[in-house]
């Protein structure tokens, strides 16, 4: 136990030195630090665009969140990392490049850049949902961890508030440079600790061998697919697929790129990278049916973290800050995702005078705050991590598709689709949510994906006027483009 603790300690200094530090890239690179704090000065190279993807995707869902699926469900819960993957491929070969030749800080500025004010208020609407449910998952999975492993120091609200401390002080400290050099940091703990952690305790069953004898005989246990079935693993994918092109959080990613070609090689080498932590992770849950059977409710969200607990104190301290390390690198790229939007979108919005300098950048680190306090407010009240999640990342369908047309099929775009097709994924998500009698296919996607995809035919068939140019620069935009080229010390060392 005390051992365990010293290495939580030490891997969270490390990341506060990491946060501290980074503060000193925040004046350097271009005139504007506001634009440095949110997007590293849109400056980020390659292999920090890779690891603020891994980092995003590999959270508390791909770690706990799997192997408590795998609970159950075996082997196959570790599509939901494999989609995860595809999905960063996806947007590596078809649209990064596109969305950092925007010069865009958010995807609702674009939406109402394409459809009006109206599209843009929907839009910030649902892109916060979908973020801040996705950060209270990460308390939820950060309480877990740190109560199972270190059940005498804390409790589960316990380890959620330490996890939400952390959070906050690696996001306001040093914005987006902070995030990616911690993430550089939290990739490698993750890898190594998943590994480490597996080889230990498979050995603790007598090898894999042993393991498959101890297994129920009942279900396919290591089988790809049959756990989850077809269906659902085909959801998982699209879900995947779709939320990776315009969640908020993952394209400004790229909007913070130094790039067009860093962003594409950047999301389609983290897109490789994330691919094999949800299989690793879904070990961890079948080990776990095995050594802990009969886990109900709540309890299940445990699994992984009580199957470490019989680790040696090093192995499992490792563990231990290797799945703390997944929470946190996802949890700091959302809260980012969200000071973003609430600042480009709804403060700058509502107070019409310009916020510069010092005051911008407060206001953001005061977002950081408010979101944090709301996701630690919604984490008292979730269930069941992947499941919530995944529901939540389908909203995002009516993004991609008009993102995606815009793109590629500009002429089918009509300024009047953008609002009801945001609007009616909001209403299906509700309807899935809050009335089961709705849910009559195997996931919500496929409901989102057919009524999104309906509703952009009948617009482009029936509407006139066409929507806004997605490639177009306001003048805002063009201001800060000439701003940020504008270099005021050397740039960042080029073996970040």
């Known amino acids: 136990m005390q051992a365990q603790l010293l290495i939580l300690i030490a ?33 980020l190279p390659t292999t920090l665009v890779a690891v603020m993807l891994v980092g995003l995707a590999v959270g508390g869902a791909s770690t706990v969140g799997v192997a408590e699926t795998a609970y159950t469900l075996g082997f196959s819960a570790g599509w939901y990392n494999a989609a995860w993957g595809l999905g960063g491929i996806f947007v590596g070969l078809f649209v990064a490049r596109h969305f950092r030749r925007m010069t865009i800080k958010t995807i609702p500025q674009l939406m ?28 939820v999975a950060g309480g877990s961890i740190l109560a199972a492993l270190l059940p005498d120091i804390f409790t589960i609200q316990q380890g959620m508030l330490a996890s ?80 990776a092109t315009t969640t908020q959080a993952v394209s400004q990613i790229c909007f913070a790129a130094k790039g067009e070609k860093v962003a594409r090689k ?11 932590a949800g299989f690793l992770c879904a070990i961890f849950g079948i080990m776990a049916a095995v050594q802990f059977p009969g886990l109900t409710g709540s309890e299940v969200a445990l699994a992984l973290p009580k199957l470490v607990t019989g680790l040696s104190p090093i192995v499992g301290g490792i563990f231990l800050a290797a799945l703390w390390a997944a929470d946190i690198s996802t949890a700091v790229g959302l809260l980012m995702g969200c000071s973003t939007l609430v600042l480009e979108d ?9 916020i510069k300098g010092s005051r911008e950048m407060l206001v953001s680190r005061i977002v950081v705050l408010l979101v944090s306090i709301l996701s630690f407010a919604l984490a008292l009240t979730v ?29 089918i775009l009509k300024r009047a689709a953008g609002f009801w097709i945001v609007a009616a ?72």
């Open 11 to 43: 891997y969270v200094v490390i990341l506060l030195a990491i946060s501290w530090w980074s503060t000193r890239l925040l004046k350097k690179g271009t005139s504007n630090q506001t634009l440095n704090y949110l997007l590293a000065g849109r400056n």
């Open 112 to 139: 109402g850049q394409m459809f009006g004010p109206g599209t843009r208020f929907i839009s910030v609407l649902c892109q916060l949902l979908v973020m801040i449910t996705i950060t209270a998952l990460q308390y």
């Open 164 to 243: 939400c401390i952390i959070f906050i002080l690696i996001t306001i400290f040093g914005g987006y440079w902070a995030s990616g050099l911690t993430n550089l940091f939290n990739v490698v703990m993750i890898y190594v600790g998943i590994v480490v952690a597996l080889v230990f305790s498979i050995k603790g069953f007598g090898g894999f061998s042993g393991l498959l004898s101890q297994l129920p005989a009942e279900g396919n246990w290591f089988h790809p697919v049959s756990g989850l079935g077809v269906p659902r693993v085909v959801g998982y994918v699209a879900v995947m697929v779709t939320m």
């Open 266 to 276: 950047g999301f389609i080498v983290g897109g490789i990278i994330i691919l094999p």
């Open 346 to 354: 709804v403060v700058k919005k509502v107070y019409r005078k310009p």
């Open 383 to 411: 269930k069941g991590i992947l499941a919530t999640i995944v529901s939540a990342l389908a909203l995002t369908t009516s993004f991609t598709f008009i993102v995606l047309a815009g793109i590629y099929f500009p002429k």
């Open 425 to 496: 994924s909001m209403v299906l998500w509700l309807l899935w949510t809050f009335q089961p009698a709705f849910r009559v296919l195997p996931a919500l996607i496929y409901a989102e994906w057919l009524v999104c995809g309906l509703l952009l035919v009948a617009f482009a068939i029936f509407a006139r006027e066409p929507a806004g140019d997605i490639f177009a620069k306001t003048k805002e935009q063009e201001e800060e483009l000439a701003e940020s080229q504008i270099l005021v010390t050397k740039p960042a060392p080029k073996a970040i």
